[in-house]
């Protein structure tokens, strides 16, 4: 039953319930799953309704269909068990409606009433509650008026179950104050990249012995991969150019077609930053006019990055309102507000691009071009099907360029190859999986060429000589000497620091950082620096040996987050809202286990099979 402490949270609930629940039933005419009324199971003693299952599994279906653009079959459906995501949570709700029920939790005949009588669905053209429309929506969902209005008080009671046991969920503030202190504490430092030339003497090129010692310990680096000798026959739009005659006239109409590309009025790079209200929005023109702040400061006061409010280049008319007052400054400015889509906005103007005008004679090469290259791809489909057919009847590769006069080569193809065939990936991919039991068929490329593959050999992974990759094994000697080298140096010059001296009297090049961010970016140094001075405490220095590269860092000054700054206030809002939810889900998701084990479910497998099946 309903109390007075329910009814106003009741009010809004049930409005968003009911338009649910209308949504849900409207997206699925139910009468494909309407013969008698079969339960698909049962929690304590609430019962399934098979087409509340089904209603929801082709929401679900109809969903996932318009988010990748194609209809999707229900064995894909099954395969990414998108019907056993829904099942479960129809078995959830069914808990939570068992649960409501036990404790007494509902809502009153009045308040479902008043709110199927306003519902914008069920009204006529008067726009009053409209007992006609009503009808013919409880007829095409096959429902009767108490089983409609059973559902929507069932999915408010739940609602208000679901509110009861999240409402006041929140993280324990010591809890949210310690995540944030850690997350905003700050770290000062100086650090040094140690290099080739901070070494005492140059290192002595390594010999013709230390080349092959390394050569043989470490073979895997200098392989040959897996080499494919292919045999190809190729016709290319090129290949018919000089078959191509030029018609001046289509030229003109693709000029006159394509006319906005080569009159492109003068247009302005802008910014638009948008606020909830008029108010706001003048507020933060006047800080700007008076030079307390920049627009980037407003963007960023909004919590928002520069890019978040770059609309690029824009025409004038896009504009709206604001295009007359963008257009009227000659140099980079801020005007506004003005009205947009989005509310009240700032414009900030940051350049002008002029107006660009093309006449069809400084087009013409591009157009002969563009025009030449189609009539040459329309060749090659032209002759696509003789050479099909000539592959199709058994004729060699050989015997097909010379019949077709089209080009034949060979290529030695694995991961390192290059050339003009090799550039384009739908030849890649065709080289990569070719077998010597392939049928040579032809395969089209992305500029309108076609070709054909035959493997002839295969010729598997090897060691390069050793005089083929000298030059690279003797590099690699160097490299790794001079690494072994400055992680000596590194460590002698620690423990000077931690004998008194400083990084910076070293003799190395330093950087210093100030109030480094936890997730701050170190710049033209391995991501390792930044990670590892949070590991550290005041004074502590020490050599991180990361990515090859080699640095001394010494941590000078660990900064506590200032709990009372308005950037750590907003950190803590969000830290402290993220906690809480996280918890509230935890908290949901046990409430849900305990009552499931406590009602009880059993489910109707066969029933469940009948509505997949009447889904394939």
Do not use: C
């Not at 479960?88 to 009045?110: F, K, R, W």
């Not at 003497?201 to 040959?224: C, F, G, R, S």
């Not at 930044?530 to 020490?542: I, K, L, P, W, Y």
């Amino acid at each position: 039953m309903s109390t007075p402490m329910r009814k106003k949270r009741g009010n809004s609930v049930i409005w968003g319930v009911l338009s649910l629940v209308m949504l849900g039933l409207g997206g699925y005419g139910v009468t494909n799953f309407s013969a008698g009324r079969t339960e698909l199971g049962r929690v304590g003693d609430r019962p399934i309704d098979a087409r509340t299952y089904a209603r929801a599994l082709q929401r679900e279906v109809d969903a996932f269909s318009a988010q990748i653009g194609q209809p999707v079959g229900f064995d894909q459906v099954q395969a990414l068990g998108i019907d056993r995501n829904v099942l479960s949570q129809i078995v959830s709700a069914a808990t939570l409606e068992n649960e409501a029920a036990d404790l007494g939790i509902s809502v009153g005949d009045a308040q479902v009433s008043e709110k199927i009588m306003s519902a914008p669905i069920l009204q006529g053209v008067d726009g009053k509650f409209s007992r006609d429309a009503y009808s013919q929506f409880l007829s095409q969902q096959g429902l009767s008026e108490a089983e409609f209005e059973k559902t929507l008080r069932d999915e408010s009671a739940r609602t208000l179950l679901q509110g009861a046991v999240l409402g006041g969920v929140s993280a324990p503030a010591s809890l949210v104050d310690r995540l944030t202190a850690w997350a905003a504490e700050t770290r000062s430092f100086t650090f040094a990249e140690l290099l080739a030339a901070d070494l005492p003497e140059t290192l002595a090129p390594p010999t013709d012995d230390q080349i092959k010692v390394w050569y043989d310990a470490h073979n895997d680096a200098y392989m040959k991969p897996e080499t494919r000798k292919l045999t190809y026959i190729w016709l290319a739009p090129d290949d018919l150019m000089d078959q191509v005659e030029v018609d001046e006239e289509a030229l003109k109409k693709a000029y006159e077609d394509r006319k906005a590309e080569f009159m492109i009025p003068e247009q302005r790079l802008v910014s638009r930053l948008v606020f909830p209200t008029e108010e706001e929005a003048k507020a933060a023109k006047a800080r700007l006019d008076s030079g307390e702040a920049t627009f980037e400061t407003l963007v960023k006061d909004r919590g928002l990055a520069v890019d978040d409010v770059d609309l690029g280049e824009v025409a004038r008319d896009s504009l709206g309102a604001a295009g007359d007052a963008v257009w009227a400054l000659t140099e980079p400015g801020v005007v506004g507000p003005f009205a947009s889509d989005l509310g009240p906005a700032l414009f900030a103007m940051n350049g002008i691009l002029e107006a660009q005008e093309t006449t069809f004679e400084e087009a013409r090469d591009d157009l002969k071009s563009e025009w030449a290259m189609g009539r040459a791809r329309r060749l090659v489909a032209d002759r696509q099907g003789d050479i099909e057919d000539m592959l199709a009847s058994g004729a060699s590769l050989e015997d097909v360029a010379k019949d077709a006069g089209i080009k034949i080569g060979q290529i030695d193809f694995n991961s390192e190859s290059e050339g003009e065939l090799v550039g384009y990936e739908d030849f890649r991919k065709v080289a990569s999986e070719i077998t010597a039991d392939s049928f040579p068929a032809l395969e089209g490329l992305d500029d309108g060429g076609v070709f054909a593959l035959r493997l002839d050999k295969i010729v598997p992974a090897t060691v390069r000589p050793l005089d083929e990759v000298k030059d690279k094994v003797a590099a690699d000697v160097i490299s790794d000497a001079t690494h072994s080298a400055l992680l000596t140096l590194a460590e002698e010059s620690l423990a000077q620091i931690e004998n008194g001296a400083t990084l910076e009297g070293l003799g190395l090049v330093t950087t210093r950082l100030e109030d480094f961010a936890r997730e701050g970016f170190v710049a033209d140094a391995s991501p390792a620096v930044g990670q590892q001075v949070f590991e550290m405490t005041a004074g502590d220095s020490r050599v991180i040996d990361a990515e090859g590269r080699v640095y001394l860092v010494s941590l000078t000054a660990v900064t506590p987050a200032d709990m009372a700054s308005d950037t750590v206030k907003a950190a803590r809002e969000k830290i402290g809202g993220s906690l809480g939810q996280s918890i509230g889900r935890d908290l949901f998701e046990m409430f849900g286990k305990a009552t499931q084990a406590k009602a009880g479910i059993t489910l109707n497998q066969a029933a469940i099979n009948a509505v997949n099946a009447q889904m394939q």
